[in-house]
């Protein structure tokens, strides 16, 4: 029997790796014959100018997520692995609510700020000014999503294949569906 994946958002700051690791991820869900869509949320936001009261395009991330999401449901799609930044704990009903009110785990992806500045030295190294803002932001969005603990569970992905990090994220989401339920089948269990 196949084991199913809860839906699982990779929350973190800027060059954490969660793009990386949502990639892995779906290439292990691929190798177990696991349905699912991997959806980077930078990609449905990234639109030019984005409003004045809204400057990361939030609210068309979500309008789009909510539509990608349906599509996803008529092609027999369930789990979903989003990557991307939640900030605020009022973020995460709308996130749910996108997912057709899914079950949504959320993991933290972390990384120390030597490891955070060199991916993104290497990300931005022809583009001066991007960089400097990365650079930047990764500081103060990792202290932002650190103080406001709205994950799950977190995972340092310093000095770690995506491939390992993608496995160790999989072993928790799945763990700690199985100990919230443990009437689940036990038959219906195996390694991922």
């Given at each position: 029997?196949?084991?199913?994946?809860?839906?699982?958002?990779?929350?973190?700051?800027?060059?954490?790796?969660?793009?990386?690791?949502?990639?892995?991820?779906?290439?292990?869900?691929?190798?177990?014959?696991?349905?699912?869509?991997?959806?980077?949320?930078?990609?449905?936001?990234?639109?030019?100018?984005?409003?004045?009261?809204?400057?990361?395009?939030?609210?068309?991330?979500?309008?789009?997520?909510?539509?990608?999401?349906?599509?996803?449901?008529?092609?027999?799609?369930?789990?979903?692995?989003?990557?991307?930044?939640?900030?605020?704990?009022?973020?995460?009903?709308?996130?749910?609510?996108?997912?057709?009110?899914?079950?949504?785990?959320?993991?933290?992806?972390?990384?120390?700020?030597?490891?955070?500045?060199?991916r993104l030295v290497t990300r931005h190294?022809?583009?001066?000014?991007?960089?400097?803002?990365?650079?930047?932001?990764?500081?103060?969005?990792?202290?932002?999503?650190?103080?406001?603990?709205?994950?799950?569970?977190?995972v340092d992905s310093s000095d770690r294949?995506?491939?390992?990090?993608?496995?160790?994220?999989?072993?928790?989401?799945?763990?700690?569906?199985?100990?919230?339920?443990?009437?689940?089948?036990?038959?219906?269990?195996?390694?991922i």
């Amino acid at each position: 029997m196949s084991r199913t994946v809860e839906s699982i958002f990779l929350n973190g700051t800027v060059g954490a790796g969660k793009s990386t690791v949502a990639t892995a991820i779906g290439q292990i869900l691929s190798q177990r014959a696991l349905p699912h869509a991997i959806i980077d949320l930078d990609y449905i936001r990234n639109a030019w100018p984005a409003p004045l009261n809204d400057r990361f395009n939030h609210e068309l991330e979500l309008s789009n997520l909510t539509s990608m999401v349906e599509n996803f449901v008529q092609a027999n799609i369930e789990t979903f692995i989003l990557a991307g930044v939640i900030e605020s704990s009022s973020e995460i009903p709308r996130y749910r609510k996108a997912l057709g009110n899914r079950p949504l785990t959320i993991c933290r992806i972390t990384a120390q700020e030597d490891v955070l500045r060199k991916r993104l030295v290497t990300r931005h190294r022809n583009d001066p000014d991007d960089l400097a803002w990365h650079l930047d932001r990764t500081i103060e969005l990792e202290n932002i999503l650190a103080q406001q603990a709205l994950d799950d569970f977190v995972v340092d992905s310093s000095d770690r294949v995506a491939e390992e990090v993608a496995q160790e994220i999989l072993e928790i989401s799945l763990s700690r569906r199985d100990s919230s339920n443990p009437a689940r089948n036990l038959s219906d269990t195996h390694e991922i």
